[in-house]
């Protein structure tokens, strides 16, 4: 490839990236180390070919309080388009496919593969430099910075970001650990709490659920929780007859909503490990994820007045299911 044609590329990408997008074709050079079609990589860290721990999930909160935590608001809120790995400061960070380097700040590189993926790699002092090739886990890419802890790894097709944990993605991956689902509140449009013995109209469904991490971070004790990929649930009568069919409620299995979606995937009192209230950092107070089941609100109208059974499950990348929680409530819009 000649050497003007692939600084047009660099500043091509860089441009969109910098417009708040990412690029989605980039020509390969077929004399270049690149990975052509995609297909499933390995570790961004050594050892390549063995899972690593991670803290945080893809569609995990990222939200910014201010005032103190029992009341605070949220000024900034977001889903994490990635994964967290823990690493070590200095930790060598690689290329998982090789492309087509761009550096948006001093602590980020971002990879432009040929085959429409884009790679992020964040809390890292870069080791290369802008527009140079890169080979998959062969050209080394920066260093994990020494306050954060982890590397933020996330991937990108086209404009949508991908779980990285998904099947046909990061490998080797194994999940055995099992979501839970801890409670159901029902309210109402304005967020007042409901009787389930008598709703009525329009109902926020709250839903209350976690992941445990497969294992722990190094040197952690204490697993704190993340967000389960997905929530199931469907609606019964007390004998087991199905009225509304299982279906899926948020779903981070593939990919996330636009971050002006987050408020109606996430309820109010949702926050992640470690948040910050009012400036002060609360660094082992667990997650806490609650979800709206429907994000229009559950409409009572389009079922008979009478008591029913909600079934709600949670289900992680891996495949693994919650214990169902079922929960009696009645419908009473005439009575």
Partial sequence: MKAGYRRFLVSLAAAVVLAGGVASELPGDAGAPLSLGRGPYEWPIKPFNRQHAVSAFFGDPRTIFVGPLRNGDAIGAAFHNGIDIPARAGTPVYAVVGGLVHLPSGSEVVVFSPDERTFQYQHVKPAVVEGQYVAAHSTLLGRVDGWAGHLHFAEITGFRPRNPLAPGHLEP?????????????????????????????????????????????????????????????????????????????????????????????????????????????????????????????????????GTYILNVTAIDTGGNRSKPLHVRFTIANHS
Avoid: C, K, M
């Fill in 173 to 305: 991956y194994r999940d055995t650990t099992r979501p839970h689902v801890v409670s159901v509140s029902f309210r109402t449009p304005d967020g007042d709490l409901l009787s389930p013995a008598r709703l009525f109209d329009r109902v926020d469904i709250v839903v209350r659920a976690y992941d445990p991490p497969p294992f722990p971070r190094f040197g952690a004790r204490v697993l704190l929780p993340v967000t389960p990929a997905a929530l199931l649930w469907s609606v019964t009568r007390p004998d087991g007859q199905v009225v509304l069919h299982q279906r899926a409620g948020p779903d981070f299995r593939r990919t996330i909503p636009h971050n002006a979606e987050f408020w109606r995937v996430y309820a109010r009192g949702t926050y992640q490990n470690h948040v910050v209230f009012g400036g002060h950092a609360h660094i082992h107070l667990a997650g806490r994820y609650l979800f709206h089941l429907v994000p229009d609100f559950f409409n009572t109208g389009g079922l008979p007045d």
